[in-house]
């Protein structure tokens, strides 16, 4: 393999990946052996395919960039957020996409956003300032564990803890990482919302993975408090034990 630092600014010269964590990029590198083509075709994938030019190009930073994403555009926020929010005084959300873009849902909450692709964190953060909301986006990666640790761990009140739509990616790169990560993140938070879809992003195909070995953990090792489907996406709740 060439030099990855290389490797990786080559990744990169396609806009749509210029801003996404160079961890993430050299991990994609590392499973396709150091081709790049095939590099940005997992990273497509997994990342810039919810990175339209509907989000990078929008002038008008409001709710309406949740009806452009892909991961988001089929949320019912009014009625997710009431479901799955209590009495929690922090939100932390990560692999967050444009989730923060739903502030307005989330009743005033602290809301941390933990996200890899800079240009939507960059579209959160301006977001939060131009409407002065108790948000942030961080950008960085979900597999710097030590750091998602840390920001869980130093955030203060009672936190719940998004994990929406991220475990397709979490696996591929490194298998059973969304156990791992679930299990250290629960030690320092009240509960976590854990999402997988359950039919094409078009809604015209119904998938037929049951996602036994994630189920199977959390009822092993956690108290569910809520299993749900809404709107092609399926929502459990727990907490640890």
């Not at 990078?56 to 929010?85: F, G, M």
């Amino acid at each position: 393999m060439n030099n990855l630092a290389e490797l990786i600014d080559k990744v990169k010269e396609k806009k749509e990946f210029s801003r996404l964590d160079d961890s993430i990029i050299g991990k994609a590198l590392e499973k396709s052996k150091g081709d790049v083509k095939e590099a940005r075709a997992v990273l497509r994938k997994y990342f810039s395919v919810f990175l339209t030019n509907k989000i990078i190009k929008a002038k008008v930073l409001d709710e309406d960039i949740l009806k452009r994403h892909i991961s988001s555009k089929n949320r019912d926020y009014e009625k997710l957020y009431p479901r799955i929010i209590e009495n929690e005084e922090a939100i932390i959300d990560l692999g967050a996409g444009v989730n923060g873009f739903s502030y307005n849902f989330m009743k005033d909450k602290k809301y941390l956003a933990y996200e890899a692709t800079g240009q939507l964190v960059d579209l959160m953060n301006n977001y939060f300032q131009k409407n002065k909301f108790n948000a942030n986006a961080i950008h960085r990666d979900l597999f710097d564990i030590h750091s998602v640790v840390n920001l869980v761990s130093k955030t203060s009140g009672k936190k719940i803890v998004f994990m929406f739509n991220i475990i397709d990616a979490l696996e591929f790169f490194e298998k059973d990482y969304t156990k791992k990560l679930i299990s250290e993140v629960s030690k320092n938070c009240e509960k976590i919302v854990l999402s997988w879809p359950t039919q094409s992003l078009s809604g015209r195909t119904k998938f037929l993975a049951s996602r036994n070995w994630i189920l199977e953990f959390i009822h092993e090792k956690f108290n569910v408090l809520d299993d749900f489907e809404m709107n092609g996406e399926r929502f459990i709740i727990f907490r640890k034990l």
